[in-house]
């Protein structure tokens, strides 16, 4: 008679690996309510099943600090245990999608919101040609992505201005231009050229603390010993985009998310020292198993996807468009 594998008796008192998930998704959001939204749950569910994970542990899981959660010690264990469990079974669904080819398979994508403007254009056509795969795609801004980088939870990440670390493998994509915009109604929108003092005093609408592009703008006003004045911060592309058309203020953008019906509400400015160029860079760990899923994706962006990229392009960064780093 062989002998039997042991199963730990901790493993059902955890319950399912849902819980694990839940967790998991709370430590990385740092709250219940937007845990439970990126799993289609509801509130009352996701605490239901965290306090049954905790009643199963026997120990508190994660305490309230003002409207944030932060895990306790064993919490933190049993995140980093989840981690791994996942990880597992993730090797495991890479093993059996190398036996099925391509008929199945999971792919997992991290990107910026600034390119989640084009990521679908170029998601479209491949999931047509191979519909057995699932994607799995996550939006977030820089420090969230390289937050979900550091702990290698993705095949590919699309970021601009990547780390500098040898244990990553950065490909550069298409330019990432950000430009100064306002309403067409303000007065400057009128004028041919302009110095930073033209516009420092204005009312800047700016990204939240996190974001590519708050770092990018920040790094670039420090180095030229530079100031602005900003009146309000916006964590969405689109509602910041919004706000500059209802004349609440100036901001700085990617030129992808402006499209061709933007120009009637919409005006560039010609800043000195702007565009600012930056590029998009397909990244990924060198460390991490590479599936056939995600192999295949990366052949695929890097022929047929770039094309469908420049196709995509904004109207403004098609006649714009810099040569891109070697």
């Not at 100036?250 to 010609?270: F, M, T």
Request: hydrophobic share 40%.
């Amino acid at each position: 008679m062989k002998n039997s594998t042991p199963v730990p008796r901790l493993a059902s008192r955890i319950g399912t690996l849902r819980r694990l998930e839940i967790l998991l998704r709370v430590a990385e959001s740092g709250g219940i309510v937007s845990a439970a939204e990126q799993l289609h749950l509801t509130q009352p569910s996701a605490s239901t099943h965290l306090r049954k994970l905790a009643e199963g542990i026997d120990m508190p899981l994660y305490e309230l600090v003002g409207r944030r959660i932060r895990l306790t010690e064993a919490g933190d264990q049993v995140v980093q245990a989840a981690r791994e469990i996942f990880g597992s079974i993730e090797r495991l669904e890479m093993r059996l999608s190398e036996l099925q080819g391509m008929q199945a398979g999971r792919l997992s994508l991290a990107v910026a919101s600034s390119a989640n403007a084009f990521i679908p254009h170029l998601l479209g056509p491949f999931c047509k040609r191979f519909p057995g795969i699932e994607v799995d795609l996550q939006v977030g801004n820089r420090e969230q992505l390289l937050e979900r980088l550091e702990y290698n939870l993705d095949d590919f990440y699309f970021v601009s201005d990547p780390p500098s670390n040898t244990a990553l493998e950065a490909v550069p994509l298409i330019s990432n231009p950000l430009v100064v915009i306002a309403s067409r109604e303000h007065p400057l929108s009128h004028k041919r050229k302009l110095r930073w003092s033209d516009v420092a005093g204005e009312r800047f609408l700016v990204r939240e603390t996190g974001s590519g592009t708050r770092h990018t703008v920040s790094q670039f006003l420090a180095e030229q010993g530079l100031e602005v004045r900003e009146q309000m911060t916006i964590a969405s592309n689109e509602a910041l985009k919004h706000a500059v058309m209802a004349g609440l203020g100036l901001a700085v953008v990617s030129g992808h998310i402006l499209d061709q019906g933007d120009r009637e509400d919409v005006a560039i400015l010609p800043v000195e020292g702007f565009p600012l160029q930056q590029f998009w860079y397909l990244v990924n760990a060198r460390e991490r198993t590479t599936s056939v899923v995600a192999r295949t994706f990366r052949e695929f962006l890097l022929g047929d996807g770039l094309e469908i990229l420049k196709d995509g392009m904004s109207y403004w960064e098609k006649h714009h468009r810099p040569k891109l780093p070697k």
